[in-house]
């Protein structure tokens, strides 16, 4: 009996892996599913009604009813679980198949994934893929590290389900092992930097400002029409007028202040402090997810510093709405800044050889940093070979410049009426260390000398020095 053959299959039918199977059939490819959860291969088959789609039970199915080379993609989460889905699937497949791992693993484990499989004759892809369950339907943003004579056999899939900018796909072959998995890593550091500006400016307008949440959500929709354009300015625009469907209020206002997180914004820290690259703003917005876990001990110190902050003289309406707008800009090219520069050192400490144009481009739609600034990111890279840290680039700049007196303002005015801004004052303070000629840090030598002999250098003569210091 002859059965159809299927183009590319999907392990793991969550609502991403169904999202994204739909999105391989739209584009004409037969795409087949599975997962352990009967349910999802239910509701694949249901949603899948007419479309050249179809889910499976076993896994025994699933690989029979793939064409060779297979091309099999999983979308389970990140950690163990991947180890064993590869497991089950390793004693049914054929010399050249291919996996591509599409979740949030961490680059550790890509790269051991990827000379295990080496080892089978196996072709794997780490592939960060980006833009949610709505972006997995519609056209993610899709980065795909390792094997390229695998990229060369799904690049047709994948261009073809990716997002389109000018009808250029937001997707190319970022390049060796782990690349893929890391520059997605690195896209949700960037993530976590700017969601928590977007948090700050909005407590900024509302504490400082007194702004209402649906004065503020058409603010944000203007600002989304002009240069701080992007997905999650327009969402925090839609979230900040949402009603609640039973209480007679703004849903943001019943949320709990407590942020989750899984672990990319942590692990971009965690590399950019190994390679010694600095990304204050990312772990800043790391750490306010971490202070903003301990609820319940700032419910209690609250009590104990309570006092009316009445600061005489503050910004106020339309002049501090556009302090904060050029505030909030001038910290977005400074988060992109930060994972630029640590994308660009970790592709020589780590042999990456990453394209960082190609990487700004396919940032520029499907994802969820998506945002017209990345045009001008993708300009600058592609006008400089070598760029690494792009703040002092003609593009950036004088746009720099001109938002430093405003974003003073707003942090002083922030400041004062108590309002925390460890995210907007991190990226300030980045830029102003970039712009010191000097910085204080001679004064650190002369202390690790003083305590420890660590010795300094001079800036008036070459060479190593010591000092018996107050003797
Ligand atoms: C994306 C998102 C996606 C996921 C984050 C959430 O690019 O589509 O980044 O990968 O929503 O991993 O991360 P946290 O749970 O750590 O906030």
Redesign the pocket.
């Known amino acids: 009996m002859n059965h159809q053959l299927y183009d590319f299959g999907m392990i793991g039918l969550g609502v991403m892996g169904r999202n994204f199977l739909l999105n391989v059939a739209d584009d004409g490819f037969a795409a087949l599913g599975t997962d352990i959860n009967e349910d999802s291969v239910k509701a694949l088959n249901e949603e899948g009604e007419g479309m050249n789609v179809k889910g499976v039970h076993t896994q025994k199915e699933f690989v029979e009813l793939l064409s060779k080379p297979r091309k099999i993609m999983l979308l389970v989460p990140a950690g163990k679980i991947v180890d064993k889905v590869i497991e089950g699937l390793l004693p049914l497949l054929d010399d050249d198949d291919i996996i591509i791992d599409g979740g ?1 693993s961490h680059y550790d484990d890509t790269n051991r994934r990827y000379e295990y499989l080496k080892t089978k004759n196996i072709r794997f892809l780490g592939t960060g893929v ?3 369950a709505e ?1 997995a339907r519609r056209g993610p943003s899709i980065m795909p590290g390792g094997d390229k004579s695998a990229w060369e056999d799904v690049k047709s899939v994948l261009e073809t389900v990716a997002a389109k900018v000018n009808g250029e796909p937001c997707v190319t072959y970022i390049g060796e092992s782990s690349s893929g998995h890391y520059v997605k890593m690195v ?2 550091g960037i ?1 976590y930097g700017l969601m928590q500006l977007i948090a700050e400016a909005y407590d900024i307008l509302k504490r400082v400002g007194g702004m209402g949440n649906d004065e503020m959500s058409a603010l944000f929709d203007q600002w989304n029409k002009g240069r701080l354009n992007s997905f999650l300015m327009e969402i925090s625009a839609d979230i900040l007028k949402q009603r609640d469907e039973k209480m007679d209020t703004h849903l943001l206002d019943l949320i709990l202040d407590k942020a ?6 942590k692990w971009t820290s965690q590399t950019a402090m190994d390679l010694g690259v600095p990304v204050p703003t990312i772990d800043s917005a790391v750490t306010m997810r971490g202070i903003s876990a301990f609820r319940e001990y700032r419910q209690d110190v609250s009590k104990m510093f309570e006092h009316v902050h009445t600061p005489e003289e503050t910004l106020t309406g339309e002049a501090l709405a556009e302090s904060v707008e050029k505030a909030l800009y001038s910290a977005f090219i400074i988060t992109y800044a930060q994972g630029m520069h640590l994308l660009a050192e970790a592709s020589e400490e780590l042999n990456y050889n990453l394209d960082l144009e190609g990487i700004a481009r396919i940032w520029r739609g499907g ?2 940093i998506r945002a017209t600034l990345l045009e001008k990111i993708r300009k600058a890279y592609s006008k400089r070979d070598g760029l690494k840290n792009m703040m002092a680039t003609s593009e950036f700049r004088d746009e720099l410049f001109d938002c430093r007196d405003c974003t003073v303002d707003v942090l002083t005015a922030a400041m004062k009426a108590g309002v925390p801004t460890l995210c907007l004052s991190s990226a300030f303070n980045y830029y102003e260390s970039f712009r010191s000629a000097r910085l204080p840090l001679n004064m650190v030598q002369a202390q690790r000398d003083y305590f420890g002999s660590h010795t300094y250098e001079r800036i008036d003569q070459t060479g190593i020095f010591h000092t018996d210091w107050g003797k």
């Open positions: 949030n980006s833009g949610g972006g896209h949700n993530e989750k997180q899984k672990g990319t914004g994802c969820i």
